[in-house]
């Protein structure tokens, strides 16, 4: 008798995922320099802006297939356009919220009132993961649908307004990322976040190959400060090579990149494969739930430092 396969949750999937592109990382720092035209991660025929930590997912799934192009689609949207995914192309996996509501009741099931005479409710959110494409790794079953496609990206490319003058799109970001409240002492070679003392340390500006290098790492240390006591209070203990230190480090890794994209500079995830490889072994260990525990307090974090825009 044959045993049976296995059954791989969507979390493990997602999870898997993530490790996958930190083990397969090069020996090089991961780096993006700001590129305007392709605008925010969206999705192709909705032109739904992904929120949330799902930009984060999407950047990480680009960055597995060198892919330039940040618009998404769902298998089911892209065969109701007469598309399909390339065979061998890979779905990158994000995350649904799914919000609950229930009534607040006594021990004796009922229902309790608020202030004003009305039921209490009691709402939480869940959240599903769920696979999207990127257009890149799609195509049309016809000549006629393909063009379709075709025409379907470059609309969307078109609709982007991008900057126009860089100075100005630094210019911006820098002052809200000077609007931090915590101090940053200039000097020596090191960039780092003291919780004891509560200020960040960084290398002179000139130091850094670009402006935009050095906000990028700025924001790492950032991310960091937020989970001081007097701010978000994250556990800060940990020695180097504990798991505590691993997982602030993957906060302070990706939050920094959303607030990177929430501001639209270039990003530099500061750490070189050896440190990515462990991290993965650390998430793979600690499973699904971490990871999501992981994305869930990025978010937060960056939320902290810019929160996300609204937008009509």
Known sequence: MTQSKLRVSPEDKLLADVCDLMDSASTSPWQKPWSGEGGPHRNLISAHEYRGSNPLLLELGMLMRESTIPLWIGSAQAKGQGWLPKKGSKAVRILQPNIHQSEVVDDAGKPQLDSDGEPMVSAWISYKVIPVFNVNDIH?????????????IAIALKQVETATDDRLRIHEAEV???????????????????????TITLPK??????RETYLATKLHEMVHSTGHSDRLNRPMGGGFGSDAYAYEELIAEFGSLLCCQRL???????HHASYLRNWSKRLREGGSKELLKVLSAARIAADEIIPELERE
């Open 140 to 152: 049309g079953v016809t000549d006629d649908s393909q063009a379709d496609l075709d025409a379907r």
């Open 176 to 198: 809200i990322i000077d609007a931090w409240p915590v101090p940053i002492n200039h000097g020596g070679t090191r960039a780092c976040y003291s919780p004891s003392s509560d």
């Open 205 to 210: 500006p000139e130091a850094f190959t670009s």
């Open 264 to 270: 639209r500079i270039g990003y530099q995830l500061e």
